[in-house]
């Protein structure tokens, strides 16, 4: 069982930067990938990126690629989203995850920290 905790979240003008933190809890977890998602109002949760916890392998959705780094910190067990260049469209809930290395459904989330970028 994993439990996940972000912060980080708070309004941001646009082109400025942001950092999230999501706390990690639990056992082996060089058995997981984690990942950020968000979701703007009215709108599906998406997937923004995602790193394999043991080897730190990331991948991100186009459109944040270039601005977004998702990283973690193993010795204190903690996730991190650096956002940079932020846009008024990178408003929304942002939410942590996290699955095991051999299934397709994130089957962990965090509270989600809230983002706010104006213009």
């Known amino acids: 069982q994993v439990q996940l905790v972000e912060s980080g979240g708070g309004v941001a003008q646009a082109g400025g930067s942001l950092r999230l933190s999501c706390a990690a809890s639990?056992?082996?977890?060089?058995?997981?990938?984690m990942a950020w998602f968000r979701q703007a109002p009215e709108k599906e949760r998406d997937f923004v990126a995602s790193i394999t916890w043991r080897f730190g392998r990331a991948s991100y959705v186009d459109s944040v690629k270039g601005r977004f780094t998702i990283s973690r910190d193993k010795a204190q067990n903690t996730l991190y989203l650096q956002m940079n260049s932020l846009q008024p469209e990178d408003t929304a809930v942002y939410y942590c995850?996290?699955?095991?290395?051999?299934?397709?459904?994130?089957?962990?989330w965090g509270q989600g920290t809230q983002v706010a970028v104006s213009s």
């Open positions: 995850a996290a699955k095991t290395s051999d299934t397709a459904r994130w089957d962990y």
């Open positions: 639990g056992p082996a977890l060089n058995k997981y990938s």
